[in-house]
């Protein structure tokens, strides 16, 4: 242990993707699970820095129990179940409950059975970590890399507001709102925060050394999957891997098919503007279907 009570290496080599909610990080994840290189605990978002750093409710026993109940605990026909996954998914659930939840809990969730080089955490929370909590990060691994995708601006947040109130059931809400109200849900800080790509970059960029950051655009991986996805294996510096086609072109976690309205673009377009030159006064340029 350092002077400063860090401990170099706990975490190993972490390979965290952050990316703005409903920028593509689903994707990302069902598609690089399949990498041998790269180990994911069965639960794709741990939020487990979130719950250091910003709100320690995130993985309460509450939370946490319930998880389990709803995903890996529901009961199974013995006649038809596969023993194997039976016993991973409880061996998973015993690591997932322990106490405390502190750094050692979040390392044991890794088991790297196959001897993967790194380990995966990928949550949308870890966009809103506060600047200090990064260099304490990357102080506890081995090897620290970051992936932070955006998408545009106005169809990520449109994205947003329709798959929140599509999840909790309020969907039907969008058929009678007025354009105040739509202005008003968006801004909420729990919506509005994901579209602060400039302040998201300037923490990260503040709080980590250059070589472990890789900011990424939703519209790349979309247009050039297979260029993407080598850029993140060099920047992990692993072996390309061949994947599915099938998987590249898969959408997940759709949002609702509803369009969107004439006037919502105008509602943010001064925040839009200031966002993009945010983004390359960070010396990034946006795709161009941005632009358009």
Not at 25 to 52: A, D, G, I, N
Not at 79 to 84: E, G, I, Q, S
Not at 214 to 238: H, K, N, Q, T
């Amino acid at each position: 242990m350092t002077q400063t009570g860090r401990r170099p290496g706990l975490f190993g080599h972490l390979f965290l993707s952050v990316g703005a909610m409903k920028a593509g990080t689903t994707w990302l994840y069902s598609v690089l699970e399949k990498h041998p290189e790269l180990h994911f605990t069965p639960e794709k978002e741990l939020h487990y820095f979130y719950h250091r750093y910003v709100d320690d409710r995130q993985l309460s026993d509450r939370r946490r129990l319930t998880l389990a109940k709803e995903r890996y605990l529901e009961p199974f026909d013995p006649a038809r179940a596969n023993p194997d996954r039976v016993r991973l998914n409880l061996h998973w659930v015993t690591n997932y409950l322990q106490r405390p939840v502190d750094d050692l809990w979040y390392r044991n969730l890794f088991t790297r059975m196959r001897g993967e080089t790194y380990n995966c955490d990928f949550s949308n929370l870890y966009t809103h970590l506060p600047q200090e909590a990064w260099p304490r990060i990357h102080a506890d691994c081995t090897k620290l890399r970051v992936v932070y995708t955006m998408r545009h601006p106005v169809k990520r947040l449109w994205s947003h507001v329709k798959f929140h109130l599509q999840v909790t059931g309020k969907l039907d809400a969008l058929s009678s709102w007025s354009p105040r109200q739509i202005h008003d849900f968006a801004k909420l800080p729990f919506i509005w925060d994901n579209a602060e790509y400039g302040v998201a970059l300037r923490r990260m960029k503040a709080g980590l050394p250059r070589e472990c950051l890789l900011p990424l655009f939703y519209e790349d991986m979309r247009s050039d999957p297979r260029g993407v996805l080598a850029g993140i294996e060099d920047f992990l510096e692993i072996p390309h891997h061949t994947y599915d086609e099938g998987l590249l072109g898969q959408k997940v976690n759709p949002s609702a098919t509803i369009a969107m309205p004439a006037q919502f673009a105008e509602m943010f377009a001064e925040d839009f503007a200031r966002i993009i030159d945010e983004i390359r006064a960070e010396g990034l340029e946006p795709p161009k279907a941005w632009l358009a």
